[in-house]
């Protein structure tokens, strides 16, 4: 008996790689996206605490000089995405709790660091917005690989790890 999520990218074959074998991936359903998602939220909120303090410590160090870092503050959900899906592991750690990974669908390479950043940037300005929020829902639900606006804007996608 099959996986029914597993599915198989169209022979796409990656321009510029030796290979040209299409390459095998597992969909991540938008459910364990969302879950995921829910997850991280708890974990941003903390790497924020983490943040606060630090930045509260060398502000008192410095007097006062280094409490200019808490304009950094409202990005830490776009670090913490770029430090994590730009890592070795490339998930965040609900994504990681829920065997997921982000993955460039033709070649399955990583994510770098500056992908990773605006990929969690283009996620939070649509899910702030929400025609743009459905816009990018209406993708994933529409399309068989389950990828969402802004992972085509990018041309990444969310697999289950293997």
Not at 74 to 91: C, D, H, K, M
């Amino acid at each position: 008996m099959t996986d029914p999520r597993t599915t198989y990218a169209e022979p796409a074959y990656a321009p510029g790689y030796a290979s040209s074998l299409p390459i095998p991936f597992v969909r991540a359903s938008l459910g364990g996206r969302t879950m995921a998602y829910l997850l991280d939220i708890v974990f941003i909120l903390g790497f924020t605490a983490l943040l606060t303090l630090a930045i509260t410590l060398i502000g008192l160090v410095t007097f006062g000089l280094g409490w200019t870092l808490f304009a950094v503050l409202p990005a830490s959900g776009i670090l913490y995405s770029a430090i994590t899906v730009g890592g070795n592991r490339q998930s965040t750690l609900g994504q990681r709790m829920l065997g997921l990974r982000v993955v460039a669908p033709e070649s399955g390479r990583r994510v770098d660091v500056l992908t990773a950043a605006v990929h969690a940037l283009l996620f939070y300005v649509a899910i702030s917005t929400f025609l743009l929020w459905c816009v990018d829902i209406a993708f994933g639900l529409m399309r068989p690989d389950r990828r969402l606006g802004h992972d085509l804007l990018l041309g990444l996608a969310v697999v289950h790890a293997r």
